[in-house]
């Protein structure tokens, strides 16, 4: 294996993730693909430390930060779309327009 | 090991205070509720005597740097959070039953800034940031029966969010090309190294990616968006927090990122950051002319703030360092100031609406004084400290020879002293509007009162004394690589 076919995945998952956020009209659907985008980070950094600088494990310990990083935006992100639905019983971004923006 | 833990210490203490607020919070009987503000303002204290006693300078664990120019901004984002306490201090939304949660996420925003404004590794960048922005998200949606306050934190977390994940993207490549994520190392790599054109190509699309996570945090314009929804739907007192903490940071740990491709112009990038500024300061400016909330109006002058700030950035001299630290102290007093004011027009009429503001001088004559004296510094009218902070920047870019972005940030001035004289007018020349009579049960702020007093009239002294300010700037701009 090399390099290569990891970029290439990274990559497609990243596109894959901003085509969700700019697509997706459920706010769950928009955390799912920001998700994505982090992964294609950590695949990335994995990558790039497992081919290229193998002797530490300096991007491998990047990853954890990264994901201990999205956990905690997670559940930010959950608890504010649990209160936005507690008000208007909808997850979808066209109804939140209240504020003109 | 001992010296980096001495060098990180203030932060180690602020937020482990943080922590001991949110579990009193939780564990603690209501009668003692009340004593968080005092010791909020306790461990500030403290942490600032941990700051400045003596002032340390050193590297701490290779990844956190302690110089005058950081020390300044901590020193800043302490205060900030000082005066925001202040404020939100008789708000029984914000400092009632949760006020632990409230103080404590507060606190380790403030942790955040701190870090972040030491940092000179990008893993540090991205968890400062991270630490700065996930309790502003909180914050922002902290009255959860007020839909505007949900849904302006669910917008600013949906693009803060996904900015942050496409900054760390840039950040892997760029630990993909050089093998560190250290500012210095990668500088080093770029200046030394024979560079193809592929990796030319990667490493200006990892500085694209770098910049979308950084301009989102500096509202620069193509990611501004989110700016005045979450500010008018946010709790002002979050507001004020938020045009002034989410600024300092950012904006050191991006001269720390920057400076040396600018100081030698690499890649054109002198011109690429001014057109970020200049885009910043007319779109901001030209959308704050027609808006009638006074927090939205606000919020749109801070994003024109912050593309004057970015000036300073741009001339990437010593000088402009000086202008940054400058502005980043006159913004924090009078934007402050003039949120200060909305709070207190608002918490009387309970409404944000610039003609709640109308003939304020005939209703309370200090109050509207105080809010000319804000405008006034805001729209950088000598004598108030405004002037000088714009005064520096500009001067600063004169000496790099950047005449153009110099004409069109007066430009831009010009075009900001009609939409901040609109409210004088208000205020001055017509009358009340008697629709929205002034509530009879008048409470005493004392918090808010004296926050604004103390902002007026530092603005005042510094503007009209600046020898002592300036000389203090010159002697802390000295940044160590």
């Known amino acids: 294996m090399t390099l290569h076919p990891y970029l290439i995945v990274s990559a497609f998952l990243l596109i894959i993730g901003i085509y969700g956020v700019l697509t997706r009209r459920n706010i769950i659907g928009i955390l799912m693909s920001i998700e994505l985008i982090f992964n294609s980070v950590n695949i990335n950094l994995v990558a790039f430390n497992h081919f290229l600088y193998g002797g530490n494990l300096y991007g491998q310990g990047i990853t954890i930060f990264v994901i201990a990083v999205a956990a905690a935006e997670a559940v930010v992100g959950l608890s504010l779309v649990l209160a936005i639905y507690r008000n208007i019983k909808s997850v979808y971004v066209e109804n939140m327009n209240i504020l003109k923006g | 090991m001992i010296a980096s833990i001495r060098l990180i210490l203030p932060e180690i203490f602020l937020s482990g205070s943080a922590l001991f607020l949110l579990g009193w919070d939780a564990f603690i009987q209501e009668h003692l509720k009340k004593w968080v503000f ?9 942490t600032f005597f941990l700051l400045i006693h003596p002032p ?8 956190l740097v302690q110089d005058p120019f950081s020390l300044f901004f901590k020193v800043l984002a302490l205060f900030s959070a000082g005066f925001i306490l202040l404020i939100s201090r008789e708000d029984k939304a914000l400092m009632g039953d949760y006020a632990g949660t409230y103080v404590s996420l507060i606190l380790f925003s403030v942790v955040g800034t701190m870090f972040l404004s030491s940092a000179k590794d990008l893993l540090m ?15 922002a949606g902290f009255l959860r029966n007020d839909l505007r306050s949900s849904e302006g934190a669910i917008k600013f977390f949906l ?4 900015s942050t994940g496409l900054m760390l993207f840039g950040i892997s ?11 210095k190392e990668i500088y080093e790599w770029f200046n030394k190294t024979q560079l193809g054109n592929g990796d030319l190509v990667l490493f200006f699309l990892a500085i694209l990616f770098l910049l979308a996570g950084l301009g989102f945090k500096l509202s620069l314009v193509p990611f501004h968006q989110w700016t005045p929804d979450t500010y008018e739907g946010a709790p002002t007192p979050i507001t004020a927090f938020f045009s002034v903490s989410r600024e300092a940071g950012v904006i050191v740990v991006t001269v720390r990122l ?7 112009n690499q890649m054109g990038m002198t011109s690429f950051f001014a057109l970020l500024s200049i885009l910043t300061m007319t779109i901001g400016n030209i959308a704050a002319l027609r808006q009638n909330n006074l927090k939205r109006l606000l919020a749109y002058s801070s994003i024109a703030h912050a593309g004057t700030i970015f000036i300073g950035l741009v001339a990437g001299n010593r000088l402009g360092r000086e202008g940054i630290m400058l502005y980043s102290l006159a913004y924090f007093l009078m934007s402050l100031g003039a949120f200060s004011v909305v709070i207190y027009v608002s918490r009387l009429k309970n409404s944000e609406d610039i003609s709640s503001i109308q003939g304020l001088s005939k209703e309370n004559f200090p109050l509207s004084l105080m809010m000319l004296f804000f ?12 002037f000088w902070a714009k005064f520096y920047v500009f001067w600063a870019a004169i000496e790099a020879k950047l005449f153009y972005l110099v004409a069109i940030a007066l430009l831009n001035a010009i075009i900001a002293v009609y939409y901040y ?3 004088v007018h208000k205020m001055f020349f017509q009358e009340p509007s008697y629709s929205q009579p002034l509530s009879s049960r008048l409470e005493r702020h004392y918090g808010l009162e004296f926050a604004t007093l103390l902002a007026v009239s530092l603005l005042l002294l510094f503007g009209i004394f600046p020898q002592s300010l300036l000389s203090w700037i010159k002697g802390s701009s000295v940044i160590i690589p």
């Open chain 2, 173 to 183: 490549y760029l630990y993909g090309l050089t093998g560190s994520t250290q500012f």
């Open chain 2, 258 to 264: 920057f400076s040396e491709y600018l100081k030698q």
């Open chain 2, 38 to 46: 005092w010791m909020s303002f306790f461990a500030l204290a403290i």
């Open chain 2, 421 to 423: 004289f609109r409210i």
């Open chain 2, 125 to 139: 960048l991205f968890l400062g940031m991270e630490l700065t922005t996930i309790p502003l998200f909180i914050l």
């Open chain 2, 56 to 63: 340390q300078e050193g590297v701490a664990f290779g990844m």
């Open chain 2, 159 to 162: 693009v803060g969010t996904l």
């Open chain 2, 375 to 386: 405008l006034l510094s805001l729209s950088g009218i000598p004598p108030f400290l405004g």
